[in-house]
């Protein structure tokens, strides 16, 4: 096992600990945040690339728009924008995804009847 994979493994560890170090000071409700280390540290070590995808791009929306406007953003009501994830995915199918291919073990595309 490499040095990055290393890290990645024990990256959890790390969190939960400094979780416990933060609440402990009365810093829980901040200290959450610690969490979020897992997934991002394979692309802060260099063992995963960031691909730029619909959901990522939705979320960095959700998060701009709260961190930095200046109106009242109700957080509680911006999950609706969420679900434009699905809508983009059902009416945007790649069309490499869809595959009609039979099977020589496929009884259903075999027409016996005529």
Known sequence: MNFKKKIIAITPFISVIAFIILTY???AHPGWMVFLLIPIVPFLVGQERIRFSYPLIVTAAYLAVGLFTKFEWRWNLGWVIFLTI???YILIT???KITFKSSKNDKFFEDDSL
Do not use: D, E, Q
């Open 86 to 88: 699905p809508i983009y």
């Open 25 to 27: 000071f009365g810093y």
């Open 94 to 96: 790649p069309k490499s």
